[in-house]
């Protein structure tokens, strides 16, 4: 049973509007929560992460929000741009291994 | 910095020989982590090793398949017999001693295995 879900398999967006990815996982023990970025041929790369003592991480264009009583996560970018295409992963931790969802498409286009 | 390094960057197998994919970390972390990456299953998690002890295999599908690290800097992931259901991506990742909520892990460019 999938502990770090991603419900939606890809999200279409417009250059310059707002892309919301949303997560969600089943286990109160995750106390750190990451978004993963990826191209093709290419490893995951590290985007933004929110401790679960926070509802909010913002870093530039990237935020991350936190509704531990829903066990619920977002990231949002603004403005979106054609080269956030990519796969995007959600991650969770309890102090060992980062577990990951399935990922989100995202398409941004021009 | 050199990042995770990952050999080989593609492999084509034989169904029932055996494969080897190997990694080295990134100098100084002391976590290793293997990871499998499918269309069905996205990325799921095989193994992760602290200080090159295995701490959590659970995620190992069968027993054809078995990890090692000899040491600090060199990892091993096998497949013995190969099946075409293996084909996938396989991730290494590292990540430093943990800080206070922090456990970030840093990926390398994955091995693509095709079992034919």
């Known amino acids: 049973d999938q502990q770090v879900k991603q419900n939606s398999p890809s999200l279409s967006v417009q250059e310059g509007r707002i892309s919301i990815l949303n997560c969600d996982y089943t286990?109160?023990?995750?106390?750190?929560f990451l978004w993963y970025k990826k191209y093709p041929a290419e490893g995951p790369t590290f985007l933004i992460s929110?401790?679960?003592?926070?509802d909010k991480n913002e870093d530039g264009r990237f935020t991350v929000f936190l509704n531990k009583s829903a066990k619920h996560l977002s990231l949002h970018i603004v403005p979106s741009q054609p080269g956030d295409s990519a796969v995007y992963f959600c991650a969770a931790s309890g102090r060992a291994a980062l577990i990951f969802g399935k990922g989100t498409t995202l398409s941004v286009s021009s | 910095d050199a990042g995770v390094i990952q050999s080989p960057r593609h492999e084509v197998t034989e169904m029932g020989q055996e494969v080897t994919l190997r990694c080295k970390p990134i100098s100084g972390h002391n976590s290793l982590f293997w990871y499998r990456q499918t269309m069905m299953r996205g990325l799921e998690l095989l193994i992760y090793f602290n200080n090159n002890v295995p701490i959590d295999d659970s995620g190992m599908p069968e027993d054809r398949f078995s990890a090692k690290m000899p040491n600090a800097s060199f990892s091993t992931l096998k497949i013995q017999p190969s099946e075409p259901r293996d084909s996938a991506v396989y991730f290494c990742?590292?990540?430093?001693?943990?800080?206070?909520?922090?456990?970030?892990?840093?990926f390398g460019q994955g091995t693509r295995l095709t079992v034919v």
């Open positions: 286990n109160s023990m995750f106390d750190y």
């Open positions: 990742a590292s990540s430093p001693p943990s800080r206070a909520g922090s456990t970030e892990a840093f």
């Open positions: 929110i401790s679960s003592i926070k």
